[in-house]
């Protein structure tokens, strides 16, 4: 198997449950397994690295090892861009949410309640960043907004997941 340049295959075959990326780090697929059962194989490549003293999980969605090294690269940007995305995130959550006009104040205040919690990257080259609401003010319990971006970083959408 080709290795693409800063990325490294923690474990050989075709299917492997661990891929390396020398900036990103260790990115695994999890696996559970249920008393009785057939192993349950998590569908998304997953890694955590800390951006702004925040925990944030790194997500490639998919199964396919050559489709993890393809999406790396356009994570590692997303990565090295993130505050700048976060900031817009943030802002578009507040825009979307908004009863009337957001003032600095409101954005002031959700910069600094929702933090980056997830992001996904998307075989389209979309990412979607998870945020969460650091103190329940924002969104009703259980329930987090998400921001679409497409390959270029245009806001695409705001939804609210649960």
């Known amino acids: 198997m080709a290795e693409l340049p800063g990325t490294s295959s923690g474990v050989s075959g075709s299917d492997p449950q661990e891929i390396v990326d020398d900036p990103l780090g260790v990115f695994t697929r999890e696996s559970y397994n249920y008393p009785g059962g057939q192993p349950l ?3 998304s490549y997953t890694s955590t690295r ?3 003293g925040q925990c944030v999980a790194l997500q490639l969605n998919t199964v396919d090892p050559s489709e ?3 999406l790396l690269p356009r994570l590692r940007r997303v990565v090295e861009h993130q505050a ?3 900031r817009r995130a943030v802002e578009a959550v507040v825009h979307a949410f908004s009863d009337g006009a957001a003032t600095a104040e409101d954005l002031a205040e959700a910069h600094d309640d929702l933090l980056l919690e997830t992001i996904v ?3 389209n080259g ?3 960043l998870h945020l969460t609401d650091s103190c329940g003010g924002h969104m009703l319990d259980g329930y987090w907004p998400a921001v679409r971006f497409d390959r270029d970083d245009t806001l695409v959408r705001v939804t609210v997941e649960a």
């Open 50 to 52: 800390e951006l702004d």
């Open 84 to 86: 700048d995305l976060k």
């Open 68 to 70: 993890v090294r393809r």
């Open 41 to 43: 194989v998590a569908s």
């Open 126 to 128: 979309d990412v979607l």
């Open 121 to 123: 990257a998307e075989s």
